[in-house]
């Protein structure tokens, strides 16, 4: 059974740092692009950054640009999304997600075939 278990998330003030954690389970992790999406109160579920399974090649969303990192260590079966100089906009719902095929298009959902249950985000003003 596949499980991916996000972790790290928490109330942080404007300015301040939050790393994300993403264990997965149940799947040969080096064979998986990795991907961690967010979802705001009212508004849709929004890419923010994707890394290939080499760990060579990562995406971001414009939004978030030159502030987050995301990062892998395969040995440990984890992603990491480092999280810095934070914005209340960046205030949200964390999901990672796993897609198998070889895909392009790491930005949308539809390629994922595993997703974790969400880790809440909170940067205050």
């Known amino acids: 059974q596949v499980q991916l278990v996000e972790s790290g998330g928490g109330l942080v003030q404007a300015g301040g740092s939050l790393r994300l954690s993403c264990a997965a389970s149940g799947l040969t992790f080096s064979s998986y692009d990795m991907g961690w999406f967010r979802q705001a109160p009212g508004k849709e579920q929004e890419f923010v950054a994707a890394?290939?399974?080499?760990?060579?090649?990562?995406y971001y969303a414009e939004s978030v640009k030159g502030r987050f990192t995301i990062s892998r260590d395969n040995a440990k079966n984890t992603v990491y999304l480092q999280m810095n100089s934070l914005k209340p906009e960046d205030t949200a719902v964390y999901y990672c997600?796993?897609?198998?095929?070889?895909?392009?298009?790491?930005?949308?959902?539809?390629?994922?075939?595993?997703w974790g249950q969400g880790t809440q985000v909170t940067v205050s003003s």
């Open positions: 997600a796993a897609a198998y095929r070889y895909s392009s298009a790491l930005s949308s959902r539809q390629v994922y075939d595993y």
């Open positions: 890394i290939w399974r080499s760990g060579v090649s990562t």
